[in-house]
């Protein structure tokens, strides 16, 4: 096909140097491919950067620590990367020899690993013809070939990889697929593509019938879950309570400031608020932190900001308060840590968390 041709041949004169694309070392282009996930090529390389210099090879990454790994990923956000990406080299360590499978089927296995990293991995490490269909590629197919089919919906996917899969026979595979992922993230960008620069220009559909703008298709979201966090900022000295999440949930494994989660926003009058009327407000909720923070309060509550802090699916509004203890509190709570500025340095929080302290 002329237009590929045309796309690998701009790549190669155009492409950006980033350390991935220098290797065919399968963990190092696993381990790119899951921290690009939902990230910036900008803000993804100096994670990058440090997770090679920490955890060089596979075995060295297998045989870390849970909690150094999520210090590690803090940041990046969608922990469950982090978490898939240790248990992955557990299973490559001890399954296959500290070798990266090279087949669909056995990639699939791995956790944290679908259609597009399998691909990835496969055309990167393996030189193998399976084409990585990610965003930018989507949006540079839909221009090309006007095609509408909603790029969020599972079922449109064999459309596209059909589309792919003749495109990507008789070139490198590994060229293609970067070639492809960089016209999408350089040339033919979301907004204002770049039409006049772009080596396909002559075969795109879109721009011959000036839809540019209206495509790629996607189908309208489900709103987003909201949900309400009330925190706890319990200090005494220098020194506060940090709890884990333990439970199936957004940040498991991760440390965050005690937590009251309510069905509706709390109603907030005033910075000092009686202790009183917003633990009424939280009567719904009967649990243990409740009545630890009652009994530790001969202390004074203050309320301090709010924050709205989007996921992909939820949308968590977070109030911080904070509890001065007159003595150091001694809660009976499962996974609650007391910790000083310094010594929480050493656990992994969500981002929320993080800003919420570097405030203060
Ligand atoms: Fe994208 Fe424009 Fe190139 Fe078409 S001509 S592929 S719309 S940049």
């Known amino acids: 096909m002329q237009n590929v041709l045309e796309i690998v041949t701009w790549y190669k004169n155009n492409l950006r140097d980033l350390p991935w694309r220098s290797t065919n070392d399968p963990y190092k282009i696993w381990l790119s491919e899951i921290i690009l996930q939902q990230t910036q090529v900008n803000q993804g390389l100096k994670y990058y950067y ?14 870390a620590d849970e909690q150094e790994v999520l210090k590690l990923w803090q940041g990046l956000g969608y922990y469950s990367r982090a978490r898939n990406l240790l248990k992955t080299a557990v299973l490559v360590t001890d399954k296959h020899q500290g070798i990266f499978p090279n087949t669909m089927e056995e990639i699939l296995k791995l956790p944290g690993i679908g259609q597009y990293t399998a691909s990835a991995i496969l055309s990167f490490a393996y030189n193998l013809p399976y084409p990585a269909l990610d965003g930018n590629v989507f949006r540079v197919i839909s221009r090309l070939y006007n095609i509408h089919l909603p790029i969020n919906e599972q079922k449109n996917r064999a459309a596209f990889l059909d589309i792919l899969n003749e495109m990507i026979q008789g070139v490198d595979p590994a060229q293609f697929n970067n070639a492809m992922m960089e016209l999408g993230a350089m040339v033919c960008k979301p907004d204002n593509p770049k039409c006049d620069i772009c080596p396909v220009s002559a075969y795109c559909q879109s721009k011959a019938l000036g839809n540019t703008s209206q495509l790629p298709v996607k189908a309208a979201k489900a709103a987003k879950k909201k949900r309400y966090f009330n925190f706890f900022y319990i200090k005494y000295n220098d020194g506060f309570y940090l709890i884990k999440r333990s439970e199936s949930d957004i940040w498991q494994n991760l440390y965050q400031l005690p937590l009251i989660e309510t069905a509706h926003d709390l109603d907030i009058k005033d910075e000092f608020s009686d202790l009183k009327d917003v633990l009424t407000q939280l009567q719904e909720v009967n649990d243990l932190l409740k009545k630890e923070i009652l009994v530790s309060a001969a202390s004074e509550l203050r309320y301090l900001n709010s924050i709205k802090h989007l996921l ?13 203890c007159n003595e150091q509190p001694t809660f009976k709570l499962e996974n609650c840590i007391w910790v000083n500025a310094d010594s929480r340095q050493n656990y992994p929080l969500p981002i929320l968390i993080e800003k919420f302290l570097l405030s203060l």
């Open 50 to 63: 440090a997770f090679v210099e920490q955890y060089p090879d596979i075995q060295s990454l297998a045989n």
């Open 312 to 324: 992909t699916h939820q949308e968590i509004n977070a109030k911080f308060f904070e509890v001065n």
